[in-house]
């Protein structure tokens, strides 16, 4: 193993906006070998020490499976979310091989900064994911990324008070318990309008379609919510009072996802439960809640100079190998279907909540550019239910607002 020192690249980082890590050459190349450099964005987390350095680990991994090319590698800090503006913005500054979360698979591949997975590297993929993290990284029928988390929320509850019974239904769990719920938060508030039958771009896919979060089946979840928001066991979580709250007492279940599951467990102990989304009573009707579903994804740069390692790289950090050291040193819940299939992980409560949610209570969320606009309308709808202005009495109009909005590209 070498290291080689690349300091006139920090320039050209510091304006991509990405925070460099590290740069590192690995590998026991032979000689002949051809000299490549790839750039690789992740989160901080997946190159912290304290968490493993799961990036690094696996870039080492790879680098000693291709003594072919003498690669140096140049790590960045970018998350999964703004991953995809940094890539669209300026592909030729940005890494060759990234991760980010599907919802922004649309505004890359607007802006031409995918590559698409064919040949054998498209069948690997297909062979090694469910239908549905295929469709999460699918547009226009092709493949733009290797997926390697899925990326849900669904409900953490203290087993000392509700049991496995209860969670089924939000109302009956109102009557035994306190409920902590992110009200004012789109991407969560959503989901008792599609448990009812509004839709988001027909299936998910086609923007023609628009979304219809409107008439009388959306103004009877607006309705239902103001109820709930007022219901003397409903909380409105907030800035982490769902954690706080389960940690003293005050709260009983709350709403959110494996990122959470940590702290979630160092305040119940053997107490955590963990389910999938319960339904809900609409007019003396269970109305089934659904949440937001996609994948994280290892992508690369179209504008890569270095495009065969570029894609085996991706390849490699969504294999069965990094997925399971991914899951092991920081909890992220695998998409690789033979890890799924692991009894070790599947026995997991949380893993085994996030699978039935994503098999069961969410829909897959469109990656479609129009999805932009629908965030803040619903968002919107929380605030104004929370702080009193949207009441019963106007109801029906704020919904149709709400609707319209969603449809508009001034949002």
Partial sequence: MRRKVLSALLAGLMTAGVAVTG???CGSSQEGAENIRLMVWSPQGDQSKDQGEWLQTCCNAFAEEHPEWDITFVYGVADEASSAGQVSQDAEASADVFLYAND???TMTDADALVKFGGKYREEIEATNSQTSLDSVTKDGEIYGVPFAINTWFMFYDKSVFSEEDVKNLDTMLEKGVVSFPFTNSWYLASFYVGNGCTLFGDGTDASAGVDFGGEKAQEVTDYLIDLESHPNFRIDDLG???????DGSINAMFSGSWDAAAVEEALGE????????TYTLNGEEKQMYSYAGTKAVGVNAQSKYMLPAVELAIFLGNEYSQRLHYELENVVPTHTALLADEDIISNDVVAAINDTFNRTSILQPNLAEMANCWTPVENMGKGIRNGSITHENSAEQTEMMNEAMNSDGI
């Fill in 271 to 278: 107490n955590m439960g963990v389910a999938a989304l319960p």
């Fill in 23 to 25: 740069l590192t050459g």
């Fill in 104 to 106: 922004n698979l649309t």
């Fill in 241 to 247: 009072s769902g954690i706080a709250g389960l940690r």
